[in-house]
């Protein structure tokens, strides 16, 4: 197998009843043929393809048809391989701009992280301020909520923050989990 084979042997693609699933490698999907799980109306798809195509017009696949698994019940025949492909055709290369224009990467923890940054710079910054009023005053009470928000106020901002950016990271993790069950 070529190296070019082998970046594609684990990137096929298939479209049931115009849902795609995926990615799958080229022993998946032959199991899948060979059980007689994938009908002979799937398409399939994989990068240097030029278009869907039924998987019976796909050399690589056809093989799987003849040796079915044990138990298995044998698969008609496909479909003509002039076919409409289904929408999305081919499935998009992912890039960090389309990721982003596509609202599948996050902007705002982001976001978050700037502004942790800059209320650490108003805390550190009301927090000297405050000093310095409180050695001019001499005031026990100003001292002690200087030096509060001088110390506890970064850390206040930080737990803020990081709170913030765990509920993004609960959202990704939900999509993850979604993406691998198709």
Request: aromatic share 8%; hydrophobic share 50%; net charge positive.
């Amino acid at each position: 197998m070529s190296h070019g084979e082998i970046g594609q042997a684990s990137e096929w693609r298939i479209a049931l009843k115009g849902e795609q699933r995926g990615p799958y490698t080229l022993d998946q999907v032959r199991g899948m043929i060979a059980e007689g799980r994938l009908p002979s109306d799937a398409l399939v798809w994989r990068p240097g393809m030029a278009n869907w195509m039924p998987w019976a017009g796909v050399p690589e696949l056809v093989a799987a048809r003849h040796e079915p698994a044990l138990g298995a019940t044998p698969v008609p025949p496909a479909a003509p391989v002039g076919r409409t492909p289904p929408p999305g055709n081919p499935p998009p290369e992912s890039t960090p701009l389309a990721d982003f224009l596509a609202f599948r990467v996050m902007l705002t923890p982001v976001l978050i992280k700037i502004l942790f940054w800059l209320g650490v710079i108003v805390c550190v910054l009301a927090g000297v301020a405050n000093l310095v009023f409180a050695l001019r005053v001499n005031s026990i009470t100003e001292l002690f909520s200087s030096l509060v928000l001088l110390f506890g106020g970064p850390i206040f901002v930080r737990i803020w923050c990081e709170m913030m950016i765990l509920w993004f990271r609960i959202h990704e993790t939900l999509q993850q989990i979604k993406d691998q069950r198709k």
